[in-house]
Protein backbone atom coordinates (compact mmCIF):
# COMPACT_ATOMS: atom_id res chain seq x y z
CA UNK A 1 0.00 0.00 0.00
CA UNK A 2 1.74 3.35 -1.06
CA UNK A 3 2.01 6.08 1.89
CA UNK A 4 -0.94 7.72 0.21
CA UNK A 5 -2.91 4.97 0.12
CA UNK A 6 -2.40 4.30 3.66
CA UNK A 7 -3.22 7.67 5.19
CA UNK A 8 -6.53 7.71 3.18
CA UNK A 9 -7.18 4.30 4.62
CA UNK A 10 -6.40 5.24 8.38
CA UNK A 11 -8.53 8.58 7.82
CA UNK A 12 -11.18 6.75 6.79
CA UNK A 13 -10.86 4.11 9.57
CA UNK A 14 -10.32 6.89 11.89
CA UNK A 15 -13.60 8.56 11.14
CA UNK A 16 -15.78 5.81 10.87
CA UNK A 17 -14.92 4.64 14.18
CA UNK A 18 -15.68 8.08 15.65
CA UNK A 19 -18.58 8.14 14.04
CA UNK A 20 -19.59 5.00 15.49
CA UNK A 21 -18.07 5.26 19.13
CA UNK A 22 -18.19 2.48 21.69
CA UNK A 23 -20.59 -0.47 22.76
CA UNK A 24 -23.32 -2.56 20.73
CA UNK A 25 -23.56 -0.28 18.54
CA UNK A 26 -20.25 0.50 17.43
CA UNK A 27 -19.96 -3.50 16.82
CA UNK A 28 -23.05 -3.64 14.86
CA UNK A 29 -22.35 -0.69 12.82
CA UNK A 30 -18.83 -1.66 11.66
CA UNK A 31 -20.23 -4.97 10.10
CA UNK A 32 -22.52 -2.79 8.49
CA UNK A 33 -20.39 -0.07 7.74
CA UNK A 34 -18.19 -0.53 4.54
CA UNK A 35 -14.87 0.09 6.37
CA UNK A 36 -12.44 0.72 3.70
CA UNK A 37 -10.99 -2.81 3.49
CA UNK A 38 -6.37 -2.54 3.48
CA UNK A 39 -6.37 -4.75 0.50
CA UNK A 40 -8.82 -2.55 -1.31
CA UNK A 41 -6.41 -0.39 -2.36
CA UNK A 42 -7.59 2.81 -3.89
CA UNK A 43 -5.02 3.99 -6.55
CA UNK A 44 -5.34 6.41 -9.36
CA UNK A 45 -5.74 3.04 -11.51
CA UNK A 46 -8.87 2.28 -10.24
CA UNK A 47 -10.62 6.00 -9.11
CA UNK A 48 -14.16 5.29 -10.16
CA UNK A 49 -14.84 8.01 -12.84
CA UNK A 50 -18.48 9.16 -11.98
CA UNK A 51 -20.89 11.02 -14.06
CA UNK A 52 -24.48 12.61 -13.67
CA UNK A 53 -27.21 13.68 -15.47
CA UNK A 54 -29.86 15.98 -14.00
CA UNK A 55 -27.80 18.39 -11.75
CA UNK A 56 -30.53 19.61 -9.95
CA UNK A 57 -31.73 19.15 -6.22
CA UNK A 58 -30.93 15.61 -5.94
CA UNK A 59 -28.12 15.76 -8.44
CA UNK A 60 -25.79 17.92 -6.53
CA UNK A 61 -26.43 16.10 -2.79
CA UNK A 62 -25.75 12.76 -4.74
CA UNK A 63 -22.11 13.96 -6.32
CA UNK A 64 -21.37 15.49 -3.10
CA UNK A 65 -22.39 12.67 -1.28
CA UNK A 66 -20.46 10.00 -3.65
CA UNK A 67 -17.21 11.86 -3.54
CA UNK A 68 -17.05 11.67 0.17
CA UNK A 69 -16.43 7.53 -0.67
CA UNK A 70 -12.62 7.49 -1.56
CA UNK A 71 -11.53 6.82 -4.96
CA UNK A 72 -14.20 8.46 -6.89
CA UNK A 73 -13.67 11.32 -9.27
CA UNK A 74 -16.89 13.46 -10.90
CA UNK A 75 -15.72 14.11 -14.73
CA UNK A 76 -19.39 15.42 -16.17
CA UNK A 77 -22.39 16.38 -15.87
CA UNK A 78 -25.88 16.84 -18.40
CA UNK A 79 -28.46 19.01 -17.62
CA UNK A 80 -31.42 20.66 -19.64
CA UNK A 81 -30.85 24.18 -17.76
CA UNK A 82 -27.66 25.58 -18.15
CA UNK A 83 -27.84 27.56 -14.93
CA UNK A 84 -27.49 24.39 -13.99
CA UNK A 85 -24.16 23.53 -16.13
CA UNK A 86 -22.87 26.29 -14.89
CA UNK A 87 -23.13 26.31 -11.34
CA UNK A 88 -21.33 22.59 -11.74
CA UNK A 89 -18.61 24.17 -13.21
CA UNK A 90 -18.42 26.52 -10.16
CA UNK A 91 -18.85 24.32 -7.49
CA UNK A 92 -16.82 21.39 -8.93
CA UNK A 93 -14.41 22.86 -11.40
CA UNK A 94 -14.03 24.02 -14.95
CA UNK A 95 -12.71 20.88 -16.20
CA UNK A 96 -15.88 18.96 -15.25
CA UNK A 97 -17.06 18.56 -18.76
CA UNK A 98 -20.98 19.25 -19.23
CA UNK A 99 -23.76 19.29 -21.65
CA UNK A 100 -27.19 19.15 -21.91
CA UNK A 101 -27.16 16.09 -24.12
CA UNK A 102 -26.82 13.03 -21.54
CA UNK A 103 -25.91 10.99 -24.84
CA UNK A 104 -23.06 13.17 -25.41
CA UNK A 105 -21.83 12.37 -21.67
CA UNK A 106 -22.70 8.74 -21.66
CA UNK A 107 -20.96 8.00 -25.25
CA UNK A 108 -17.54 8.99 -23.17
CA UNK A 109 -15.17 6.21 -22.50
CA UNK A 110 -13.62 8.30 -19.57
CA UNK A 111 -16.82 7.52 -17.40
CA UNK A 112 -17.94 4.85 -15.32
CA UNK A 113 -20.86 5.33 -13.53
CA UNK A 114 -23.62 7.79 -13.86
CA UNK A 115 -26.21 8.44 -11.16
CA UNK A 116 -29.56 9.70 -12.91
CA UNK A 117 -31.31 12.57 -11.31
CA UNK A 118 -33.66 13.52 -13.72
CA UNK A 119 -37.32 13.64 -13.57
CA UNK A 120 -38.66 10.38 -13.18
CA UNK A 121 -40.14 10.27 -17.08
CA UNK A 122 -36.71 10.06 -17.80
CA UNK A 123 -35.22 7.44 -15.54
CA UNK A 124 -35.80 4.47 -18.07
CA UNK A 125 -34.77 6.27 -21.18
CA UNK A 126 -31.20 7.39 -19.87
CA UNK A 127 -30.55 4.24 -17.01
CA UNK A 128 -30.96 2.03 -20.40
CA UNK A 129 -28.61 4.25 -22.68
CA UNK A 130 -26.62 4.58 -20.05
CA UNK A 131 -25.94 0.69 -19.14
CA UNK A 132 -26.09 -0.20 -22.70
CA UNK A 133 -22.60 2.26 -23.38
CA UNK A 134 -21.42 -0.06 -20.49
CA UNK A 135 -21.89 2.56 -17.76
CA UNK A 136 -22.82 1.69 -13.77
CA UNK A 137 -26.10 2.96 -12.72
CA UNK A 138 -27.45 4.56 -9.76
CA UNK A 139 -30.97 5.60 -10.62
CA UNK A 140 -32.83 7.55 -8.31
CA UNK A 141 -36.42 6.52 -7.08
CA UNK A 142 -38.47 5.86 -7.85
CA UNK A 143 -37.12 3.83 -10.79
CA UNK A 144 -39.43 4.57 -13.19
CA UNK A 145 -42.47 6.26 -13.92
CA UNK A 146 -44.52 3.37 -15.55
CA UNK A 147 -45.00 -0.02 -15.15
CA UNK A 148 -43.67 -0.85 -18.27
CA UNK A 149 -40.54 1.14 -18.75
CA UNK A 150 -39.44 -1.06 -14.91
CA UNK A 151 -39.33 -4.41 -16.86
CA UNK A 152 -37.20 -2.97 -19.97
CA UNK A 153 -34.77 -1.58 -16.96
CA UNK A 154 -34.66 -5.19 -15.72
CA UNK A 155 -34.55 -6.46 -19.07
CA UNK A 156 -31.02 -4.43 -19.85
CA UNK A 157 -29.72 -4.81 -16.77
CA UNK A 158 -29.87 -8.38 -17.28
CA UNK A 159 -28.77 -8.60 -20.71
CA UNK A 160 -25.76 -6.22 -20.02
CA UNK A 161 -24.89 -7.38 -16.68
CA UNK A 162 -24.29 -3.83 -15.47
CA UNK A 163 -24.15 -2.70 -11.97
CA UNK A 164 -27.74 -1.28 -11.00
CA UNK A 165 -28.57 0.49 -7.82
CA UNK A 166 -31.73 2.05 -6.91
CA UNK A 167 -31.04 5.65 -5.11
CA UNK A 168 -33.57 4.62 -2.31
CA UNK A 169 -30.38 5.31 0.78
CA UNK A 170 -32.74 3.60 3.17
CA UNK A 171 -32.19 0.14 2.17
CA UNK A 172 -28.58 1.10 3.41
CA UNK A 173 -28.94 2.62 6.78
CA UNK A 174 -27.77 0.81 9.42
CA UNK A 175 -30.97 1.72 11.72
CA UNK A 176 -32.78 -0.64 8.49
CA UNK A 177 -29.81 -3.01 9.34
CA UNK A 178 -30.86 -3.20 12.87
CA UNK A 179 -34.35 -3.06 12.81
CA UNK A 180 -34.79 -5.90 10.33
CA UNK A 181 -32.70 -8.19 12.12
CA UNK A 182 -34.65 -7.10 15.25
CA UNK A 183 -38.13 -8.11 13.05
CA UNK A 184 -36.65 -11.20 11.95
CA UNK A 185 -35.74 -12.63 15.76
CA UNK A 186 -39.42 -11.93 16.07
CA UNK A 187 -39.68 -9.21 18.73
CA UNK A 188 -42.85 -7.90 17.52
CA UNK A 189 -44.45 -11.42 17.63
CA UNK A 190 -46.83 -11.92 14.14
CA UNK A 191 -46.83 -8.92 11.75
CA UNK A 192 -50.45 -7.95 11.32
CA UNK A 193 -50.47 -3.91 10.43
CA UNK A 194 -48.07 -1.88 9.06
CA UNK A 195 -48.79 1.94 8.77
CA UNK A 196 -46.64 4.90 7.68
CA UNK A 197 -46.93 8.19 6.93
CA UNK A 198 -44.97 11.00 5.60
CA UNK A 199 -46.50 14.20 6.20
CA UNK A 200 -45.59 17.80 5.68
CA UNK A 201 -46.80 21.08 5.89
CA UNK A 202 -44.76 23.68 3.86
CA UNK A 203 -44.68 24.89 0.33
CA UNK A 204 -41.19 23.34 -0.62
CA UNK A 205 -42.49 20.37 1.02
CA UNK A 206 -45.12 20.44 -1.40
CA UNK A 207 -42.75 20.90 -3.81
CA UNK A 208 -43.11 24.74 -4.69
CA UNK A 209 -39.68 24.92 -5.28
CA UNK A 210 -37.98 28.39 -6.68
CA UNK A 211 -37.54 29.32 -10.31
CA UNK A 212 -33.99 30.94 -11.12
CA UNK A 213 -34.93 34.37 -12.86
CA UNK A 214 -33.26 33.56 -15.75
CA UNK A 215 -35.40 30.62 -16.73
CA UNK A 216 -36.63 31.09 -20.53
CA UNK A 217 -36.51 28.89 -23.75
CA UNK A 218 -32.99 30.02 -24.44
CA UNK A 219 -31.15 28.87 -20.93
CA UNK A 220 -33.42 25.91 -20.97
CA UNK A 221 -34.17 22.69 -23.45
CA UNK A 222 -37.91 22.44 -22.58
CA UNK A 223 -38.42 20.27 -25.25
CA UNK A 224 -36.55 17.82 -24.84
CA UNK A 225 -37.72 17.97 -20.92
CA UNK A 226 -40.95 17.13 -22.50
CA UNK A 227 -39.83 14.13 -24.36
CA UNK A 228 -42.88 11.94 -25.58
CA UNK A 229 -45.54 13.71 -23.34
CA UNK A 230 -48.00 16.62 -24.73
CA UNK A 231 -46.64 19.27 -26.23
CA UNK A 232 -46.78 22.33 -24.45
CA UNK A 233 -45.12 25.89 -24.20
CA UNK A 234 -42.57 26.67 -22.74
CA UNK A 235 -43.86 26.68 -18.99
CA UNK A 236 -40.89 27.22 -16.50
CA UNK A 237 -43.29 25.80 -13.85
CA UNK A 238 -43.49 22.56 -15.61
CA UNK A 239 -40.01 21.76 -15.77
CA UNK A 240 -39.17 23.27 -12.44
CA UNK A 241 -41.98 22.15 -10.35
CA UNK A 242 -42.18 18.98 -12.70
CA UNK A 243 -43.60 16.99 -9.50
CA UNK A 244 -47.24 18.51 -10.00
CA UNK A 245 -47.58 17.01 -13.19
CA UNK A 246 -49.22 13.42 -13.98
CA UNK A 247 -46.98 13.56 -17.10
CA UNK A 248 -43.53 14.29 -15.45
CA UNK A 249 -43.74 12.87 -12.10
CA UNK A 250 -45.03 10.08 -10.65
CA UNK A 251 -47.19 12.23 -7.37
CA UNK A 252 -47.33 11.91 -3.53
CA UNK A 253 -46.63 7.84 -4.27
CA UNK A 254 -43.70 8.04 -6.52
CA UNK A 255 -42.25 10.80 -4.84
CA UNK A 256 -42.80 9.50 -1.06
CA UNK A 257 -44.73 6.44 -0.99
CA UNK A 258 -41.61 4.62 -2.45
CA UNK A 259 -39.29 5.62 -0.01
CA UNK A 260 -42.07 4.04 2.61
CA UNK A 261 -42.47 0.94 0.68
CA UNK A 262 -38.75 0.42 0.27
CA UNK A 263 -38.48 0.68 3.92
CA UNK A 264 -41.35 -2.15 4.47
CA UNK A 265 -40.05 -4.29 2.03
CA UNK A 266 -36.47 -4.17 3.18
CA UNK A 267 -37.58 -5.00 6.39
CA UNK A 268 -40.30 -7.56 5.83
CA UNK A 269 -38.35 -9.39 2.90
CA UNK A 270 -41.57 -8.85 1.39
CA UNK A 271 -42.09 -8.44 -3.02
CA UNK A 272 -45.24 -6.65 -2.80
CA UNK A 273 -49.21 -6.25 -2.35
CA UNK A 274 -51.53 -8.34 -4.31
CA UNK A 275 -53.96 -5.58 -4.10
CA UNK A 276 -54.35 -1.45 -3.33
CA UNK A 277 -57.30 0.85 -2.92
CA UNK A 278 -56.22 4.90 -2.67
CA UNK A 279 -58.17 7.70 -2.00
CA UNK A 280 -57.07 11.35 -1.84
CA UNK A 281 -57.92 15.22 -2.58
CA UNK A 282 -55.67 18.66 -3.41
CA UNK A 283 -56.52 20.37 -0.31
CA UNK A 284 -53.86 23.27 -0.24
CA UNK A 285 -51.96 23.64 -2.72
CA UNK A 286 -54.38 24.62 -5.94
CA UNK A 287 -51.53 25.75 -8.07
CA UNK A 288 -52.15 24.43 -11.12
CA UNK A 289 -50.62 21.38 -10.65
CA UNK A 290 -52.59 17.67 -11.69
CA UNK A 291 -51.90 15.59 -8.60
CA UNK A 292 -53.25 15.25 -5.14
CA UNK A 293 -51.29 16.75 -1.98
CA UNK A 294 -53.23 14.19 0.21
CA UNK A 295 -53.10 10.43 -0.31
CA UNK A 296 -53.93 7.43 1.83
CA UNK A 297 -54.02 3.93 0.72
CA UNK A 298 -54.45 0.47 2.08
CA UNK A 299 -52.24 -2.14 0.83
CA UNK A 300 -52.92 -6.14 1.17
CA UNK A 301 -50.06 -8.26 1.56
CA UNK A 302 -50.92 -11.70 0.62
CA UNK A 303 -48.97 -14.51 2.83
CA UNK A 304 -45.55 -15.46 1.86
CA UNK A 305 -42.78 -17.49 2.53
CA UNK A 306 -41.09 -15.40 4.97
CA UNK A 307 -44.28 -13.30 5.93
CA UNK A 308 -47.80 -14.05 7.16
CA UNK A 309 -50.69 -11.64 5.72
CA UNK A 310 -50.99 -8.30 6.43
CA UNK A 311 -52.42 -4.85 5.82
CA UNK A 312 -50.61 -1.30 5.20
CA UNK A 313 -51.84 1.83 5.07
CA UNK A 314 -49.68 5.00 3.83
CA UNK A 315 -50.50 8.47 4.38
CA UNK A 316 -48.97 11.64 2.69
CA UNK A 317 -50.49 15.14 3.90
CA UNK A 318 -48.92 17.95 3.03
CA UNK A 319 -51.56 20.23 4.80
CA UNK A 320 -50.47 19.00 7.70
CA UNK A 321 -51.56 21.95 9.77
CA UNK A 322 -49.54 19.35 13.00
CA UNK A 323 -46.82 20.14 11.32
CA UNK A 324 -45.49 17.43 9.66
CA UNK A 325 -43.41 14.03 10.11
CA UNK A 326 -42.85 10.53 9.24
CA UNK A 327 -43.34 6.99 10.44
CA UNK A 328 -43.28 3.61 9.42
CA UNK A 329 -45.36 0.85 12.28
CA UNK A 330 -44.84 -2.22 11.96
CA UNK A 331 -47.37 -4.06 14.43
CA UNK A 332 -47.14 -7.32 15.55
CA UNK A 333 -49.31 -9.24 18.13
CA UNK A 334 -46.50 -8.92 20.42
CA UNK A 335 -45.37 -5.44 19.82
CA UNK A 336 -44.93 -2.48 17.57
CA UNK A 337 -41.53 -1.32 15.45
CA UNK A 338 -41.72 2.45 14.76
CA UNK A 339 -39.27 3.23 12.47
CA UNK A 340 -38.32 6.89 12.54
CA UNK A 341 -35.69 7.42 9.37
CA UNK A 342 -32.24 6.49 10.54
CA UNK A 343 -33.80 5.63 14.15
CA UNK A 344 -36.45 3.32 15.60
CA UNK A 345 -38.62 2.02 18.85
CA UNK A 346 -39.36 -1.08 19.99
CA UNK A 347 -42.44 -1.56 22.20
CA UNK A 348 -43.07 -4.89 23.75
CA UNK A 349 -46.32 -5.79 24.74
CA UNK A 350 -46.10 -9.69 24.79
CA UNK A 351 -49.71 -10.89 26.88
CA UNK A 352 -49.73 -13.28 29.53
CA UNK A 353 -51.56 -16.44 29.01
CA UNK A 354 -53.54 -15.50 31.66
CA UNK A 355 -56.12 -13.26 30.82
CA UNK A 356 -56.72 -11.19 34.03
CA UNK A 357 -59.95 -10.22 35.72
CA UNK A 358 -61.33 -7.07 37.96
CA UNK A 359 -60.80 -4.59 35.17
CA UNK A 360 -63.97 -3.80 32.71
CA UNK A 361 -65.34 -7.37 33.85
CA UNK A 362 -68.25 -9.20 34.54
CA UNK A 363 -65.58 -10.11 37.78
CA UNK A 364 -67.25 -7.17 39.55
CA UNK A 365 -70.69 -8.08 39.11
CA UNK A 366 -70.13 -11.39 40.70
CA UNK A 367 -71.09 -11.71 44.55
CA UNK A 368 -68.41 -11.91 46.73
CA UNK A 369 -68.71 -15.61 47.30
CA UNK A 370 -68.66 -15.92 43.58
CA UNK A 371 -65.68 -13.77 42.97
CA UNK A 372 -63.99 -15.91 46.02
CA UNK A 373 -64.60 -19.12 44.01
CA UNK A 374 -63.60 -17.30 41.18
CA UNK A 375 -60.41 -16.55 42.56
CA UNK A 376 -59.41 -19.78 43.72
CA UNK A 377 -59.92 -21.22 40.31
CA UNK A 378 -58.24 -18.77 38.43
CA UNK A 379 -55.12 -19.44 40.73
CA UNK A 380 -55.46 -22.99 40.01
CA UNK A 381 -55.85 -22.27 36.49
CA UNK A 382 -52.87 -20.03 36.07
CA UNK A 383 -50.26 -20.19 38.06
CA UNK A 384 -47.57 -17.27 38.47
CA UNK A 385 -45.49 -17.82 35.65
CA UNK A 386 -48.51 -17.45 33.40
CA UNK A 387 -49.13 -14.06 34.31
CA UNK A 388 -46.19 -12.27 33.35
CA UNK A 389 -46.04 -10.75 30.06
CA UNK A 390 -43.31 -8.90 28.84
CA UNK A 391 -44.01 -4.84 28.59
CA UNK A 392 -40.78 -3.27 27.39
CA UNK A 393 -39.34 -0.56 25.25
CA UNK A 394 -35.71 -0.17 23.75
CA UNK A 395 -34.77 2.44 21.05
CA UNK A 396 -32.14 2.59 18.45
CA UNK A 397 -30.40 5.36 16.95
CA UNK A 398 -27.64 6.08 14.49
CA UNK A 399 -24.44 8.35 15.19
CA UNK A 400 -24.94 11.51 15.63
CA UNK A 401 -23.88 12.63 12.06
CA UNK A 402 -24.78 9.48 10.26
CA UNK A 403 -25.21 9.76 6.37
CA UNK A 404 -27.41 6.48 4.78
CA UNK A 405 -26.89 8.10 1.57
CA UNK A 406 -23.32 7.88 2.01
CA UNK A 407 -23.22 4.10 2.60
CA UNK A 408 -25.80 3.80 -0.37
CA UNK A 409 -23.06 5.01 -2.17
CA UNK A 410 -20.46 3.01 -0.59
CA UNK A 411 -22.47 0.00 -1.46
CA UNK A 412 -22.95 0.86 -5.03
CA UNK A 413 -19.33 1.71 -5.57
CA UNK A 414 -18.44 -1.74 -3.71
CA UNK A 415 -20.67 -3.59 -6.13
CA UNK A 416 -18.66 -1.88 -8.95
CA UNK A 417 -15.49 -2.97 -7.55
CA UNK A 418 -15.95 -6.45 -6.00
CA UNK A 419 -18.89 -7.61 -7.93
CA UNK A 420 -21.03 -8.09 -4.90
CA UNK A 421 -25.01 -7.38 -5.22
CA UNK A 422 -26.34 -4.26 -4.85
CA UNK A 423 -28.49 -3.51 -2.04
CA UNK A 424 -31.42 -2.50 -4.42
CA UNK A 425 -31.54 -3.91 -7.89
CA UNK A 426 -34.00 -3.59 -10.61
CA UNK A 427 -36.34 -5.78 -9.21
CA UNK A 428 -36.48 -5.06 -6.07
CA UNK A 429 -37.23 -1.13 -7.72
CA UNK A 430 -40.12 -1.94 -9.84
CA UNK A 431 -41.66 -4.09 -6.45
CA UNK A 432 -41.37 -0.55 -5.03
CA UNK A 433 -41.94 1.60 -7.56
CA UNK A 434 -45.02 -0.75 -8.88
CA UNK A 435 -47.42 0.02 -5.91
CA UNK A 436 -46.94 3.56 -5.90
CA UNK A 437 -47.77 3.41 -9.46
CA UNK A 438 -51.04 1.39 -8.42
CA UNK A 439 -51.87 4.25 -6.30
CA UNK A 440 -52.07 6.61 -8.69
CA UNK A 441 -53.79 4.42 -10.92
CA UNK A 442 -56.25 3.35 -8.12
CA UNK A 443 -56.99 6.79 -7.18
CA UNK A 444 -57.46 7.78 -10.90
CA UNK A 445 -59.38 5.19 -11.64
CA UNK A 446 -61.32 5.26 -8.38
CA UNK A 447 -61.00 1.60 -8.03
CA UNK A 448 -59.15 -1.06 -6.79
CA UNK A 449 -56.16 -2.25 -9.02
CA UNK A 450 -54.90 -5.78 -8.18
CA UNK A 451 -51.31 -7.01 -8.59
CA UNK A 452 -49.26 -9.83 -9.25
CA UNK A 453 -45.78 -8.79 -7.14
CA UNK A 454 -44.35 -12.11 -8.35
CA UNK A 455 -44.48 -11.17 -11.83
CA UNK A 456 -44.68 -7.47 -11.06
CA UNK A 457 -48.16 -7.05 -13.43
CA UNK A 458 -51.11 -5.57 -12.88
CA UNK A 459 -53.93 -8.34 -12.94
N1 LIG B 1 -33.44 9.54 -2.81
C1 LIG B 1 -34.01 10.64 -2.35
O1 LIG B 1 -34.18 10.85 -1.15
C2 LIG B 1 -34.46 11.69 -3.33
C3 LIG B 1 -34.73 12.99 -2.88
C4 LIG B 1 -35.11 13.96 -3.81
C5 LIG B 1 -35.25 13.61 -5.14
N2 LIG B 1 -35.03 12.34 -5.55
C6 LIG B 1 -35.23 11.96 -6.95
O2 LIG B 1 -34.25 12.61 -7.75
C7 LIG B 1 -34.79 12.96 -9.01
C8 LIG B 1 -34.54 14.44 -9.26
O3 LIG B 1 -35.24 15.21 -8.31
P1 LIG B 1 -34.81 16.72 -7.97
O4 LIG B 1 -35.52 17.14 -6.78
O5 LIG B 1 -33.34 16.81 -7.99
O6 LIG B 1 -35.39 17.49 -9.24
P2 LIG B 1 -34.85 18.85 -9.85
O7 LIG B 1 -35.93 19.42 -10.66
O8 LIG B 1 -34.23 19.70 -8.79
O9 LIG B 1 -33.67 18.38 -10.81
C9 LIG B 1 -33.89 17.68 -12.01
C10 LIG B 1 -32.82 18.13 -12.98
O10 LIG B 1 -32.90 17.29 -14.14
C11 LIG B 1 -32.68 18.10 -15.28
N3 LIG B 1 -33.24 17.39 -16.42
C12 LIG B 1 -34.55 17.21 -16.75
N4 LIG B 1 -34.63 16.41 -17.82
C13 LIG B 1 -33.37 16.10 -18.19
C14 LIG B 1 -32.80 15.33 -19.25
N5 LIG B 1 -33.56 14.71 -20.14
N6 LIG B 1 -31.46 15.28 -19.35
C15 LIG B 1 -30.66 15.93 -18.45
N7 LIG B 1 -31.14 16.66 -17.44
C16 LIG B 1 -32.48 16.73 -17.30
C17 LIG B 1 -33.34 19.42 -14.93
O11 LIG B 1 -32.78 20.46 -15.69
C18 LIG B 1 -32.99 19.56 -13.47
O12 LIG B 1 -31.78 20.25 -13.26
C19 LIG B 1 -36.27 12.59 -8.96
O13 LIG B 1 -36.49 11.38 -9.61
C20 LIG B 1 -36.56 12.47 -7.49
O14 LIG B 1 -37.59 11.56 -7.20
C21 LIG B 1 -34.61 11.39 -4.67
Redesign the pocket.
Known sequence: MSNNSRRKFLRQLGSTAALLGAGPLASMGREHIHILQPEKRISANDKIRLAC???????FGDVDTALKVPGVEFVGA????DG?LQKVKEVYGSNVFTT?D?RELLDRKDIDAVIV????H??DT?SIYAMEKGKAVYC???MVQQIAEGHQVIATQKRTGKVFQV???RVSSVAMVEARKRYQAGEIGQLNVVEACYDRHDALGAWQ?SIPPDASPKTVDFD??L?DTAKVPFDPVR??R?RNYQAYGTGIP??LFV?LITGLHYITGSIGPSRVFASGNLVQWKDGRDVPDVVIAIFDYPETKVHPAFQTTLRVNFADGGGGGQYTRFIGTEGVLEMGWNDFKIKKHKLPEAPGYGGWDTYNTFTKAQQEAYVQQYNTKYPEAMRKGDRSESKYAAPAGYDD?QDHFVNFFEAMRTGKAVVEDATFGLRAAGPALLTNESYFKKQPIHWNPESMQIV
Open positions: VGMGIMGADLYHRYATPDWHIEKPGSQYTFKFFWGDHR
